[in-house]
């Protein structure tokens, strides 16, 4: 089985700090595109943050300037730098990866369990 997981959620203040990662784990041959989704309650999940493993990256026009993603490609891990953080970031982060598994023969979308966001005075 491969898995990802992730971590450093919790409770900021506005215009606070938290760094979220995730790792994956597991069975796995090649991890390529990474990267994190929110979803907020009565919302739609959207799209946060995206890197491939050659390094491009992909950011929400909502979070430029204040949120930074990257990745350590040895530990098959993505981190999420989240700077200058907004009631409306508030939402449970999805960890999300395009992993192949060993002996596999197709790339495959997995998800993580989420970690909850919430920035409230």
């Known amino acids: 089985q491969v898995q990802l997981v992730e971590s450093g959620g919790g409770l900021v203040q506005p215009g606070g700090s938290l760094r979220l990662s995730c790792a994956a784990s597991?069975?796995?041959?090649?991890?390529?595109?990474m990267g994190w989704y929110r979803q907020a309650p009565g919302k739609q999940r959207e799209l946060v943050a995206t890197m491939a493993t050659a390094g491009s990256t992909n950011l929400a026009e909502a979070v430029k300037g204040r949120f930074t993603i990257s990745r350590d490609n040895a530990k098959n891990t993505v981190y999420l730098q989240m700077n200058s953080l907004k009631p409306e970031d508030t939402a449970v982060y999805y960890c999300?990866?395009?992993?192949?598994?060993?002996?596999?023969?197709?790339?495959?979308?997995?998800w993580g369990r989420g970690t909850q966001v919430t920035v409230s005075s």
């Open positions: 597991g069975s796995i041959f090649r991890v390529t595109s």
């Open positions: 999300n990866a395009w992993m192949r598994k060993v002996f596999a023969t197709t790339t495959s979308e997995y």
